[in-house]
């Protein structure tokens, strides 16, 4: 050992340990894969699934059945469109025709009304605003003292253009001042002077409410004709 650290201070090569001396401490280096040497490697290859030695890879294997678009689609109608005529319906296969089907149509153009209602120009200050402003304005309008119980008899003879008179839905209306006012004109209006008006009044403008545009115009009620019979 002393000889090895002369030859060290002294700056001379080294002499090899000797084998025999019990202080040096032999070190083997790893063995060099190169070597030939059988060594343990890590495995990261995936493993077989399912496995090869399992119940279905012995089971002969089938392909996925694919459905085709025809095959997802439901069942055409009975009977087919192909086959149906445009405008013609048909009535023997409708209970058995799908309830998904649009309706079927017709060829037959609509009926038109037989008589179209129109407006008349009416004369400068008889608007609908201007009438209920009248009926606003206090003025006399049923040309009566009271309310009265009125026969056809006597509604009969209010039937001009100075004093016409009708009746709506059981009310009698003095109507005289609304004439230039009504928007479909006075000769619609004056056919029903001095007779009950309801039913032609309901086909024209069922949706016009005569008590809020007659209220003011309001003379009586319309009754039965009272008998003659003698007691």
Not at 96 to 125: D, F, H, I, M, N
Not at 134 to 144: A, F, I
Not at 207 to 217: G, P
Request: hydrophobic content about 35%; some cysteine.
């Amino acid at each position: 050992m002393a000889s090895y650290l002369r030859s060290w201070l002294t700056g001379a090569p080294p002499v090899a340990a000797i084998p025999d001396t019990p202080n040096v401490v032999r070190i083997s280096p790893p063995a060099s894969d190169d070597e030939g040497e059988d060594t343990e490697t890590e495995d990261n290859s995936v493993p077989a699934f399912p496995a090869l030695n399992s119940a279905q890879r012995a089971a002969p294997s089938k392909p996925p059945a694919f459905l085709s678009d025809s095959s997802l689609m439901p069942p055409p109608p009975v009977p087919s469109l192909a086959t149906r005529t445009p405008g013609v319906s048909n009535r023997s296969s409708s209970a058995a025709s799908s309830s998904l089907l649009a309706p079927t149509t017709t060829t037959k153009p609509p009926v038109k009304p037989s008589k179209k209602r129109e407006k008349v120009a009416l004369a400068p200050g008889h608007s609908p605003l201007d009438w209920a402003a009248l009926k606003s304005s206090g003025t006399d309008l049923r040309g009566v003292d009271s309310l009265t119980r009125i026969p056809p008899s006597v509604l009969k003879q209010h039937r001009s253009k100075d004093d016409a008179w009708t009746a709506i839905n059981g009310k009698v209306y003095n109507m005289t001042a609304y004439l230039p006012f009504h928007p479909g004109g006075e000769r619609e209006l004056m056919r029903v002077a001095g007779r009950d008006g309801t039913y032609l009044f309901a086909s024209t403008h069922a949706w016009v409410n005569a008590d809020y545009m007659l209220d003011t115009c309001l003379v009586g009620f319309l009754i039965s004709e009272p008998s003659t019979d003698s007691p």
